[in-house]
C-alpha cells in the first residue's frame, strides 16, 4: 500500500467536517433551538458526493504497476512511513515438493522482506497474498505445499520483525494450473480498521477501483 499525501488531506478534511456539523447541532440544541438537520444534512450530502466523485476519478485514471523480479514494493505505517518492503526474488516452478503433487504445478515464490528505516523495528500486519491469471482467476497460498516445503527448509514467518536495514527471505507456495497465464502476484496488508480506511482513502492502492501494484511471477 503507498499512499497519496492529497487522499490523507481528504479524509482528514472529512473528519473536520462532520465534526464542525456535529459541534453544530449540539450548539443548536443547548441554546434551545432546532438545529436545521436539513441544511446540515445538505451540507454532508454535497461532501459526500464531491469526495465519491474524487474517488472515483482518481481510481479509474490509476493503472497497474507490475514489478519484475528484485523490485520493492513499500508499505507505509500510519500512512506515511513507507519503510518496509517486500520484493520477488525467485519462483521455482516444480511438479512435486517430495511426495506431495500439486492439482497443476506448485510455484515456490521466494520473497525477501525488509526495511530501510533508520531506528525503527517493523513488520507486515495481517498480509495477504493472491495470485491472479491474465483470465482474472484468484488463488490463494497451497498449505499442502507450503507444509512440505517447511518438512525440509522451514520458511521465516511473513510477519517477522525487521530491523533497522534489515532484510530477510522466506518462501510461500501457490498450485497453479498447468494453463494460468501471466501469473501476478498481489499483497496487502493491514488489520481489517486500516482495509476499510485505505477502501475510501483517496489514491490509495487497497481503495475502490484502484489499480493494484503486482509482482511478476514468470521471467
Same mark, same amino acid.
Given at each position: 500500500m503507498h499512499t497519496h499525501g492529497f487522499g490523507i488531506l481528504m479524509i482528514l478534511a472529512t473528519v473536520t467536517l462532520a465534526f464542525g456539523l456535529a459541534v453544530t447541532a449540539i450548539a443548536a440544541t443547548l441554546r434551545g433551538q432546532p438545529p436545521r @438537520?436539513? !441544511?446540515?444534512? @445538505?451540507?454532508?450530502? *454535497?461532501? %459526500?458526493? =464531491?469526495?465519491? %466523485?474524487?474517488? @472515483?476519478?482518481?481510481?479509474? +485514471?490509476? !493503472?497497474? #504497476? *507490475?514489478?519484475?523480479?528484485?523490485?520493492?514494493?513499500?508499505?507505509?505505517?500510519?500512512?506515511?512511513?513507507? #519503510?518496509? !518492503?517486500? +520484493?520477488?526474488?525467485?519462483?521455482? *516452478?516444480?511438479?512435486?515438493?517430495g511426495d506431495v503433487r500439486p492439482d497443476g504445478r506448485f510455484h515456490v515464490v521466494t520473497l525477501r522482506i525488509g526495511s530501510d528505516a533508520k531506528r525503527a523495528r517493523l513488520r507486515l500486519n495481517a498480509p495477504r497474498l493472491i495470485v491472479t491469471d491474465a483470465t482474472g482467476r484468484r488463488f490463494v497460498r497451497s498449505p499442502a505445499g507450503e507444509a512440505a516445503v517447511a518438512r525440509t527448509r522451514p520458511p521465516r514467518a511473513l510477519t517477522e520483525?525487521?530491523?533497522?536495514?534489515?532484510?530477510?527471505?522466506? +518462501?510461500? *507456495?501457490?498450485?497453479?494450473?498447468?494453463?494460468? !497465464?501471466?501469473?501476478? @502476484?498481489?499483497?496487502?496488508?493491514?488489520?481489517?480498521?486500516?482495509?476499510? =480506511?485505505e477502501f475510501l482513502l483517496i489514491g490509495d492502492e487497497d481503495s475502490f477501483l484502484h489499480a493494484r501494484t503486482t509482482f511478476r511471477l514468470t521471467t
Open positions: @438537520l436539513g !441544511r446540515l444534512a @445538505l451540507v454532508a450530502g *454535497v461532501w %459526500a458526493v =464531491i469526495y465519491a %466523485a474524487v474517488l @472515483l476519478s482518481v481510481s479509474l +485514471a490509476s !493503472r497497474e #504497476h *507490475v514489478l519484475a523480479w528484485g523490485d520493492d514494493k513499500a508499505f507505509c505505517g500510519f500512512y506515511l512511513d513507507c #519503510h518496509t !518492503r517486500i +520484493a520477488v526474488t525467485g519462483v521455482d *516452478v516444480l511438479d512435486a515438493l520483525e525487521v530491523g533497522p536495514g534489515d532484510a530477510y527471505l522466506t +518462501a510461500v *507456495v501457490f498450485d497453479l494450473p498447468a494453463d494460468a !497465464r501471466e501469473p501476478r @502476484l498481489t499483497v496487502t496488508e493491514g488489520w481489517w480498521a486500516d482495509r476499510l =480506511i
